[in-house]
């Protein structure tokens, strides 16, 4: 029985946008689950919002128990958010819910992709001793937090059982790709994996 596809990986690197085309592609059978706004609903405020009143801590607390949830189900394709898989504790909560792909991204596309969101700058700040840089000058506190944290990060995300550069390839192209990796016979569940495979320039890396 085929299990769950969960996309990790930084905040900007595509997740969402790449997961929802990839369950468009696989059909009927799998859906797109994208785990901020189920919590949101679940919360009933948003992630601002609830990290401002109870606190980061809390809010991974619901993360993990809301993968507790999805490891109940099958044939989901789900764009986690750019935390889960980013401690051990996490990971290993992701890691039961399914199969992890890591959606690498170049630092580049990711700050670019932020800049561009309207909504960044209500987003919390990762970093909060600067806090007052990210209201101040966006783009240079998104300098100094993009990089800071995905080398916080990069550890447990090398640890997904695929790697997917993104480097140089359009969405669509990586949901393709997302959903092969998710019709490949024996693809069936949480596990670490190993090998190779290159073609038109992208590069899926296994554990």
Same mark, same amino acid.
């Given at each position: 029985?085929?299990?769950?596809?969960?996309?990790?990986?930084?905040?900007?690197?595509?997740?969402?946008?790449?997961?929802?085309?990839?369950?468009?592609?696989?059909?009927?059978?799998?859906?797109?689950?994208?785990?901020?706004?189920? +919590?949101?609903?679940?919360?009933?405020?948003?992630?601002?919002?609830?990290?401002?009143?109870?606190?980061? *801590?809390?809010?991974?607390?619901?993360?993990?128990?809301?993968?507790?949830?999805?490891?109940?189900?099958? =044939?989901?394709?789900?764009?986690?958010?750019?935390?889960?898989?980013?401690?051990?504790?996490?990971?290993?909560?992701?890691?039961?819910?399914?199969?992890?792909?890591? +959606?690498?991204?170049?630092?580049?596309?990711?700050?670019?992709?932020? +800049?561009?969101?309207?909504?960044?700058?209500?987003?919390?700040? +990762?970093? *909060?001793?600067?806090?007052?840089?990210?209201?101040?000058?966006?783009?240079?506190?998104? =300098?100094?937090?993009?990089?800071?944290?995905?080398?916080?990060?990069?550890?447990?995300?090398?640890?997904?059982?695929?790697?997917?550069?993104?480097?140089?390839?359009?969405?669509?192209?990586?949901?393709?790709?997302?959903?092969?990796?998710?019709?490949?016979?024996?693809?069936?569940?949480?596990?670490?994996?190993?090998?190779?495979?290159?073609?038109?320039?992208?590069?899926?890396?296994?554990?």
């Amino acid at each position: 029985m085929m299990g769950n596809i969960l996309l990790v990986g930084a905040r900007a690197s595509g997740k969402s946008a790449v997961g929802r085309r990839a369950a468009q592609q696989l059909g009927s059978g799998w859906r797109f689950l994208e785990m901020d706004q189920a +919590l949101v609903e679940r919360l009933g405020m948003s992630i601002p919002q609830f990290f401002a009143t109870r606190g980061e *801590a809390a809010f991974r607390e619901a993360e993990r128990a809301l993968l507790g949830e999805i490891a109940r189900g099958d =044939h989901q394709i789900v764009a986690c958010g750019g935390g889960v898989a980013g401690t051990a504790e996490s990971l290993a909560a992701a890691r039961a819910a399914g199969t992890l792909v890591w +959606l690498d991204a170049p630092v580049a596309d990711l700050i670019a992709r932020r +800049l561009a969101d309207p909504d960044e700058g209500a987003r919390p700040a +990762l970093l *909060a001793s600067l806090a007052a840089l990210k209201a101040q000058d966006l783009e240079a506190y998104l =300098h100094v937090e993009v990089p800071t944290i995905l080398e916080r990060r990069r550890a447990c995300y090398a640890q997904a059982d695929y790697t997917i550069a993104t480097a140089g390839l359009e969405l669509d192209r990586v949901a393709q790709i997302v959903a092969c990796l998710a019709s490949c016979e024996g693809l069936t569940g949480p596990g670490r994996r190993a090998a190779s495979a290159r073609g038109r320039g992208q590069g899926i890396r296994r554990r």
